[in-house]
């Protein structure tokens, strides 16, 4: 539902059948299932994140939530603010050279003028990215933690 | 006399990973290779054994950004061993579902990939910033298609409704489409400031003499059926490809070389089909083209990206033509019997033709398969038109050449991840 202020909505990025990169999209199945998440738009990203920009309007609050391959600990969490700074791309990895990866999708959007009024960041460090393999524990345990800092941006303080 | 060596040790905007090497001794290009080290993946190996329905549904995955094209050869294969042949409202169908893929992937090409270069930008993030306008242009196009694809085909990357025989579900009325249709008259719109804008570029002055290979139709522009034919006298049914055509391993490269037999590199893709079928564009096109001084042949690589949009507007067109038309078919498919026997399909994938050939028994599984992809079919040609590039250029700072060449390959705007799908592995092991 979108309002005159704007909705607030979590996209969880990534391919489910990939092992540590479907972390966003189930992490976004949970909690749209919880009550005290009912007012938050929730939407999954797993193919082209080139428009990134299409799932937002202007007057919302956004948190993309997507994994990180870094090599780093699994189950790492990295919060960003993306309206004050570009994200470092790095972290987000590119899936394809035909599609652009979040970390240059949001820079795509910032030179269109498409960015919404908050947009957070959340990445969480994955291990394996086999197909069909399960989540890390790490990284499931992850979960939990993303889950508590989304309650607090969107629903503690609404 | 000095010698220079030029690595790029990965290709940017490009489709999988590849690497160019060249090798100068003074003003003479002494080697080119473009390295290909994107994994193989043996999609033909693991097709043996698989049922034959399952070939458009395996091949799609070959590759996210011409999934169609897959569907649509493995498809025609799998339907000329079954001895149907798909007409009416369901190939129309598939000619629309396949405007919607040239659609996107054309103008993901010609705006991400290919406009930055023009416009001495590294990427199409840089560019954005400074024309926001044309990217937004592009993005609306992009979206255009991969609505249309969506729609029909269930999904945008690896669709799920193509199926042997026709689709699993099709429109029931026509007035359906009525949503898709205003998008795709706007788009329309979009392609022809395409096309302008594209023809205003710089392009170098580099004609080059082809051997161009493209599928021929006797009414219409080639996406579906059509015999294989070349500007060097080439005329052939899909079923003799390996007659004339073979693929080559070559050290260097993870991918095959498919060449002719007879007279080596050749060139599939848009300036092919452009060059070999430009009285089968639509009207509007032919005249869009003329208005913008493109000749009704082009070789000239660089100019691939106005025939690109040529073919953006061309698919527009057409995708509207066939559902301003459409009349519901009375099933979404056609039945047919298993039968063993060599089934083979090719059709034009937006980077050019696009060969299968299957092998299937009479339990209806596959006992083996060829696919020939069109940028595989183009990389002896890159490395030639590579020769010749940088021979005049040589004077330049090697920086200054290093980005030309690169700028070079993504004229053609190679799925490297295509062509890398089969490799003959041998292990030697050296004691």
């Given amino acids: 539902m979108t309002s005159v202020s704007g909705s607030k909505r979590v996209i969880g990025i990534g391919n489910e059948f990939r092992g540590d990169d479907g972390v966003g999209p189930l992490l976004v199945r949970q909690l749209r299932q919880r009550k005290d998440f009912e007012k938050i738009e929730f939407l999954e990203c797993s193919g082209d994140t080139t428009v990134l920009f299409e799932k937002w309007n202007p007057r919302d609050e956004v948190i993309l939530v997507d994994v990180i391959c870094s090599g780093g600990q699994a189950g790492s969490i990295y919060k960003f603010d993306a309206l004050s700074a570009p994200l470092p791309s790095d972290l987000f990895p590119s899936v394809s050279t035909h599609v652009l990866d979040v970390s240059r999708s949001i820079e795509l959007a910032r030179s269109l003028g498409r960015l919404p009024k908050k947009l957070l960041v959340f990445g969480i460090e994955g291990k394996s990215f086999q197909t069909d393999s399960k989540l890390n524990l790490k990284v499931k345990k992850a979960m939990e933690k993303v889950t508590e800092e989304i309650r607090k941006e969107f629903v503690d303080y609404a | ?431």
């Fill in chain 2, 1 to 431: 006399m000095s010698t220079r060596t030029i690595k790029v040790d990965y290709l940017a905007r490009v489709e999988g990973e590849g690497a160019l090497y060249i090798k100068t001794k003074g003003k003479k290009v002494e080697d080119v290779k473009l390295k290909i080290f994107e994994p193989p993946r043996f999609f033909e190996a693991f097709l043996q054994g698989r049922r034959m329905e399952e070939a458009p549904d395996i091949t799609a995955r070959i590759c996210g950004i011409c999934p169609i094209a897959y569907q649509m050869s493995a498809v025609h294969a799998m339907e000329s061993i079954c001895g149907i042949q798909v007409a009416g409202p369901l190939r129309e169908l598939r000619r629309l579902m396949y405007c919607g893929e040239w659609i996107e992937s054309h103008t993901l090409h010609v705006y991400l990939l290919h406009a930055p270069d023009f416009l001495n930008y590294d990427d199409a993030v840089q560019l954005a910033k400074d024309h926001p306008q044309v990217v937004q242009q592009g993005l609306e196009l992009k979206k255009a298609g991969n609505e249309m694809i969506s729609f029909l085909a269930g999904r945008e990357i690896h669709p799920i409704n193509v199926r042997v025989g026709g689709f699993y579900k099709v429109p029931g009325r026509k007035k359906d489409f009525d949503p898709i249709l205003e998008k795709l008259k706007k788009a329309r719109e979009l392609a022809i400031k395409t096309v302008k804008w594209a023809a205003s570029l710089s392009f170098p002055d580099f004609e080059q003499e082809y051997e161009f290979v493209s599928l021929q139709h006797p009414k219409e522009y080639p996406l579906n059926e059509g015999r294989i034919v070349s500007n060097k006298g080439l005329n052939i049914s899909i079923q003799e490809f390996e007659q004339h055509f073979e693929e080559v391993h070559v050290p260097h490269s993870n991918a095959l070389h498919c060449v002719l037999k007879i007279r080596g590199d050749y060139l599939v893709g848009p300036m092919a089909r452009y060059s070999l079928n430009f009285n089968r564009l639509s009207p509007l096109c032919q005249e869009i083209a003329r208005e913008v001084g493109l000749e009704s042949s082009c070789r000239n690589p660089f100019k691939s990206i106005i025939v690109r949009a040529i073919e953006i507007l061309y698919a527009c067109d057409e995708a509207i033509r066939i559902m301003e038309e459409y009349e519901p078919p009375d099933q979404p498919f056609m039945k047919y019997e298993l039968k063993e026997g060599i089934g083979y399909g090719c059709t034009e994938a937006p980077r050019g033709i696009l060969y299968h050939r299957y092998q299937v028994d009479k339990e209806g599984l596959i006992v083996n398969a060829k696919i020939v992809p069109p940028t595989s079919q183009n990389q002896k040609r890159i490395e030639h038109d590579l020769r010749s590039f940088v021979s005049p250029n040589i004077d330049l700072p090697k920086k200054d050449l290093t980005w030309k060449c690169e700028q070079a390959i993504r004229n053609y705007d190679p799925c490297i991840s295509c062509a890398t799908h089969f490799l003959k592995l041998k292990i030697e092991n050296i004691s």
